[in-house]
C-alpha cells in the first residue's frame, strides 16, 4: 500500500498566518489614525492663525483702532465658522499697545483657545 503525501497548509499554519495578518493590520490602523488626528489638528491650527493675523491686520487698519480695550467678531473660513476675541492692553512705559488675539471654534468664547497671537502696534 503507498501512501501519496499531500501538500499544501495545515489549519495550525493558515490560523497563524491569519493571526500574524490581523496584528500587521491592526498596526497599520493605529498609524493611519494617528496620522488622521494630526493632520486634522494642523488643519483646525493653522486655520485658527489665518483668523488671529487677519483679525489682527483689521484692527491695525481701523481708524482709532486702539481706543477701546477690547473688540470681537466672527469669521467663516474654510466652511466653519470662528470666532475670535482682541485685548487691547498698554505695553509696559512706552507708547506701544498690546494687542493680544484669541480664536475660538464656534460662534462664540467657549472653552479654551485654539490659537493666540499677540502683536504691538503704536
Known amino acids: ?21 490581523a496584528l500587521s493590520m491592526s498596526g ?12 486634522y489638528y494642523l488643519q483646525q491650527h493653522t486655520v485658527a492663525r489665518w483668523v488671529a493675523e487677519n483679525a ?7 481708524p482709532g483702532r486702539l481706543s477701546g480695550a477690547s473688540q470681537s467678531g466672527y469669521v467663516e473660513q474654510m466652511g466653519e465658522r470662528w470666532f475670535w476675541k482682541a485685548l487691547v ?12 488675539v484669541s480664536v475660538f471654534k464656534g460662534s462664540k468664547a467657549t472653552g ?11
Open 1 to 21: 500500500m503507498i501512501r501519496s503525501r499531500q501538500s499544501g497548509f495545515s489549519l495550525l499554519e493558515v490560523l497563524f498566518a491569519l493571526a500574524v495578518l
Open 28 to 39: 497599520a490602523l493605529y498609524v493611519t489614525s494617528t496620522q488622521l488626528n494630526a493632520q
Open 56 to 62: 489682527l491686520t483689521q484692527i491695525r487698519l481701523q
Open 89 to 100: 492692553t498698554p505695553a509696559g512705559q512706552t507708547s506701544l499697545k498690546r494687542i493680544e
Open 112 to 122: 479654551s483657545s485654539v490659537y493666540q497671537l499677540t502683536g504691538f502696534d503704536r
